[in-house]
């Protein structure tokens, strides 16, 4: 079972950037999507962005979009999330996740069925 192990998470100030890491284990796992959720305090989990893998095509949520950026390393079997311009609300525990089933062929912000442990983002205003 592959493992995805996220990092770069931390404390930065309204207006700063950070760059998220998601490191998978394996090379060989079958993926379809990988994605970005996060979940704040008090809320439910919410879809951040994602990448097809076939096809480098990229999709983001409406309250990241122009400020976060997806993007895949293959060589370090890695998938980014740069954050910019990053506001209070984008506080959260952020977690990266695969799309590994190939007989799912729902929206790309739903059937992820391999999780990472997650990493804390805090944006003081």
């Known amino acids: 079972q592959v493992q995805l192990v996220e990092s770069g998470g931390g404390l930065v100030q309204a207006g700063g950037s950070l760059r998220l890491s998601c490191a998978a284990s394996t090379r060989t796992f079958t993926r379809y999507f990988m994605g970005w959720f996060r979940q704040a305090p008090g809320k439910e989990r919410e879809f951040v962005s994602a990448?097809?893998?076939?096809?480098?095509?990229?999709y983001y949520a409406d309250p990241v979009k122009g400020r976060f950026t997806i993007s895949r390393d293959n060589s370090k079997n890695t998938v980014y999330l740069q954050m910019n311009s990053l506001k209070p609300e984008d506080t959260a525990v952020y977690y990266c996740?695969?799309?590994?089933?190939?007989?799912?062929?729902?929206?790309?912000?739903?059937?992820?069925?391999?999780w990472g442990q997650g990493t804390q983002v805090t944006v003081s205003s």
């Open positions: 996740a695969a799309r590994t089933n190939p007989s799912y062929s729902g929206a790309y912000y739903a059937g992820y069925d391999v």
């Open positions: 990448i097809r893998w076939s096809t480098d095509y990229t």
